[in-house]
T-cell receptor, first 114, second 112 residues
Framework: SAVISQKPSRDICQRGTSLTIQCQVDSQVTMMFWYRQQPGQSLTLIATANQGSEATYESGFVIDKFPISRPNLTFSTLTVSNMSPEDSSIYLC???????????FGPGTRLTVL | DQQVKQNSPSLSVQEGRISILNCDYTNSMFDYFLWYKKYPAEGPTFLISISSIKDKNEDGRFTVFLNKSAKHLSLHIVPSQPGDSAVYFCAASAHTGNQFYFGTGTSLTVIP
């Protein structure tokens, strides 16, 4: 299975600021995914990040709020911009294994916005 | 619109007994289903999966049952162990895409 690391593991931020979450994978992958899990809710896909092209955002998520970078095949960042308390959530990066037909997840970043 | 639902947010079971976690879905295009387990401060980890061509898949203490006509799947853990205490998510996907749709999770507590 893939090893996925995320930084930071948690953060407490002030309203109006931005936070960039980093995701590092131990193997080269074409597609990486960013999920959000708000308290008491399911894992929701934010966007799909392909290396070499712009990220594809799901309904309800926009690039201005959640800009994503994908500079190479092992790394991606998600920025949560102009944060509000509603952005308090766990953010997870993920990759899909076609060999195993499953999704592997990073440990998550727990964000609290005051 | 929640396409995958887990209607029980929590479940408590005595050690050694059977744990049954349920999941319902609405999209008839889903043909692949997975269960994930999540401990606090960790990302979800894959537990067991089932394809729509089967109605049962077993892996050790874990068995997943799929009822396509009812659009329902369940995870059975027997015997339950205290280390099984975690949040369990069911997920579904359609062969046409890579996206997985997740339920809201069921928090299982196995009481020693």
């Amino acid at each position: 299975s893939a090893v996925i690391s995320q930084k930071p593991s948690r953060d407490i931020c002030q309203r109006g600021t931005s936070l960039t979450i980093q995701c590092q994978v131990d193997s080269q992958v074409t597609m990486m995914f960013w999920y959000r899990q708000q308290p008491g809710q399911s894992l929701t896909l934010i966007a799909t990040a392909n290396q070499g092209s712009e990220a594809t955002y799901e309904s309800g998520f926009v690039i201005d709020k959640f800009p994503i970078s994908r500079p190479n095949l092992t790394f991606s960042t998600l920025t949560v911009s102009n944060m509000s308390p509603e952005d308090s959530s766990i953010y997870l990066c993920s990759l899909h294994s076609s060999s195993y037909n499953e999704q592997f997840f990073g440990p998550g970043t727990r964000l609290t916005v005051l | 619109d929640q396409q995958v639902k887990q209607n029980s947010p929590s479940l408590s079971v005595q050690e050694g007994r059977i744990s049954i976690l349920n999941c319902d879905y609405t999209n008839s295009m889903f043909d692949y289903f997975l269960w994930y387990k999540k401990y606090p401060a960790e990302g979800p980890t894959f537990l067991i999966s089932i394809s729509s061509i089967k109605d049962k898949n077993e892996d050790g203490r874990f068995t997943v049952f799929l009822n396509k006509s009812a659009k329902h799947l369940s995870l059975h853990i027997v015997p339950s162990q205290p280390g099984d205490s975690a949040v369990y998510f069911c997920a579904a996907s359609a062969h046409t895409g890579n996206q997985f749709y997740f339920g809201t999770g069921t928090s299982l507590t196995v009481i020693p």
